[in-house]
């Protein structure tokens, strides 16, 4: 008799768990599918484009700017466009997928001159830097805090991964 009722209680017991996971389950939120946005920046006047592609940030940051990107100097070749040149691109997530910041400015790297962002938070990957790509002969260097302050990664050039500095990021500037 006491071994039916610790069945019973057991039953009861498992059916009042499986009922509350499933009530649980149905008042979860579904899950949003991500939305990518890509900005592409002129830190020349801080014009700032984005877009849900690459494609369309770029064809509006033409449209914008009257400029047209290129990711280094030997791109420009003899055109006579008005270009910007692509010093570094900042993704979210690792491999170089996600949303994306890319900077530009009217001269190319040199080692010497710095261009970046100091608040990543205004472009919404603040702690989610994940990888980023250079352009060529530019370096990166990200920093912890905001206004280019707190421990840092690099110069580096492209990086797919950020082992130990994965999500860390606050402000970035290449060179």
Do not use: K, W
């Not at 990107?69 to 040149?85: I, K, P, S, T």
């Amino acid at each position: 008799m006491i071994r039916n009722h610790s069945r019973s209680s057991l039953r009861a017991a498992a059916l009042l768990a499986s009922t509350a996971l499933l009530v649980g389950a149905a008042a979860l939120p579904a899950q949003a599918t991500e939305v990518e946005e890509h900005c592409i920046a002129l830190v020349d006047d801080g014009t700032v484009v984005c877009a849900e592609t690459l494609e369309a940030a770029d064809a509006e940051f033409t449209e914008a700017t009257g400029y047209t990107r290129v990711e280094d100097a030997a791109a420009r070749g003899d055109l006579e466009l008005l270009v910007v040149y692509s010093l570094a691109t900042l993704y979210q997530h690792a491999g170089y997928s996600g949303s994306s910041y890319t900077f530009t400015r009217s001269t190319a790297c040199n080692g010497v001159t710095q261009a970046g962002i100091s608040n990543l938070t205004s472009v919404g990957l603040n702690d989610a830097v994940s990888s980023f790509l250079t352009y060529g002969t530019c370096q990166v260097r990200l920093y912890a805090d905001a206004g280019y302050a707190g421990s840092t990664f690099g110069y580096a050039s492209s990086q797919s991964s950020l082992p130990t500095f994965n999500d860390v990021a606050s402000s970035a500037r290449a060179r």
